[in-house]
């Protein structure tokens, strides 16, 4: 039986931009099957499990963030900006964007354009609330930008994203990222190794 992982993103999360390209390559090797969630973490899961956004938290774990950011994406060598100039943002269009590929295009697309949104991000210091940005990242992944753009405008999606938030909160999840097999919770980048292991057991 082929070994299964459910990955809850935010886009607008350093820690799911550390671990996304890893997540792929494990689950590659392992011959794993991936279905990406991108959930609204900030405006629901963490008013409902306790969670605060990062503005809310107090100095101390504010200081401490930060420091632990600077040690992975050295550790890892990923180019990351710790104080990026459009963040927090709207995630909105380019999250409906993601749920739109998924269901319609492929797991495969709908990851390869939530890297580069996180790319966009943390690294080309880009804005991705504003459409034409997205637009760009969408044609450079070989996607059809502007038609995404019109396709997330749709309710439909919004609504299976928030239907699939709840599924989220239900189901355990709390914070970014998620990688759920089976009844296991696997939270953060750091817990990769566990993911990878836990599939080489499936295996």
């Known amino acids: ?49 306790g969670g605060l956004p990062v503005h809310k938290r107090a100095p101390q774990r504010q ?24 963040w927090p943002n709207d995630e909105t269009v380019a999250a409906n964007i993601v749920v739109v590929l998924r269901e319609t295009e492929s797991t495969e697309a709908a ?16 804005d991705i609330s504003d459409p034409v940005t997205l637009a760009d990242i969408a044609n450079s992944a070989g996607l059809d930008g502007s038609g995404l753009i ?16 709840d599924a989220a909160m239900e189901r355990g999840v709390f914070g970014a990222p998620c990688y759920c097999i089976e009844d296991q919770i696997y939270w953060g980048q750091d817990r990769l190794d566990f993911v990878e292991r836990h599939l080489s057991r499936a295996a």
């Open 111 to 126: 990851c390869r354009f939530a890297g580069l949104v996180m790319q966009a991000v943390w690294s080309e210091e880009r």
């Open 1 to 49: 039986m082929t070994a299964h992982v459910d990955y809850y993103l935010s886009l607008t999360s350093p820690w799911t931009y550390l671990g996304h390209n890893r997540l792929l390559k494990i689950i590659a090797d392992a011959g794993a099957t991936l279905a990406p969630y991108e959930v609204s973490f900030r405006s629901t899961i963490f008013a409902r499990t």
């Open 63 to 86: 200081a401490y963030r930060l420091q632990e950011l600077a040690r992975w994406r050295d550790y890892l060598n990923i180019d990351l900006n710790v104080h990026p100039k459009h």
């Open 150 to 165: 019109s396709a997330a405008e749709d309710p439909v999606w919004a609504s299976l994203r928030q239907s699939q938030t």
